[in-house]
């Protein structure tokens, strides 16, 4: 992501679903079968406490400062909210490893407004992962604003609210006071978000994250 901070949000939602998606399959299975009667709405929302109080403490204890810090902080806060959308998927009913998901991801996270733009710009970004020459100069440029870039990205992925708990952590001591109510707030509206489209929306036929597909 500091090599292509332009495509930083996609970068995360692809590497979520790789990653995190087999984890909220697992759970969701789990949950099932060890409490046959909890419905769609129950499961969710015991992803949504887990991933909401996870947010709360980390927003609560992060005390790294500078930009840096920053940047590292509102980086886990859009990671755990991925992983949070990832088991309400499930919880619904939804494949979390699916290839859409990580469209969802961006969309319900108003990185993107439609779904559409979301799968092209993945595209352009699974394209630029596997042409890393195009990053070779990006060790050159200025390491303050490579970071700033990013930051700014994934603020905004986490929730606009999210960028004042940014700028707010290059000033020693105020991140401790914005953190727990800011990380909180801003994962409980993705998850209304979250539960809402997951539990309206039918299972559908995934689709390949492969441009002009």
Known sequence: ????????????????????????????????????????????????????????????????????????????????QARMVLHISAAFGHDPCAPERATDLLVLQRVHKMAQTARLALGVAAGRERAEHLFAGAGNRPLSGVMLRLG??????????????????????????????????????????SREQFKQAPAEPERSLSPGR
Not at 159 to 185: C, Y
């Open 1 to 80: 992501m500091k090599a292509d901070p332009q495509y930083a949000p996609e970068h995360l939602a692809l590497e979520a679903v790789r990653r995190l998606g087999p984890e909220a399959a697992a759970w969701a299975e789990r949950m099932r079968a060890d409490n046959p009667g909890r419905t769609p709405d129950q499961l969710a929302d015991l992803a949504i406490k887990r991933f909401t109080t996870v947010a709360r403490i980390s927003g609560a204890v992060s005390g790294a400062t500078g930009l840096p810090g920053a940047v590292l902080d509102v980086g886990v806060l859009a990671w755990n």
């Open 152 to 193: 700014v990205k994934l603020a905004q992925m986490a929730g606009v609210r999210a960028a004042k708990r940014m700028f707010a952590k290059v000033i020693p001591g105020a991140s401790i006071v914005l953190g727990t109510w800011v990380n909180s707030a801003a994962t409980k509206d993705l998850a209304r978000r």
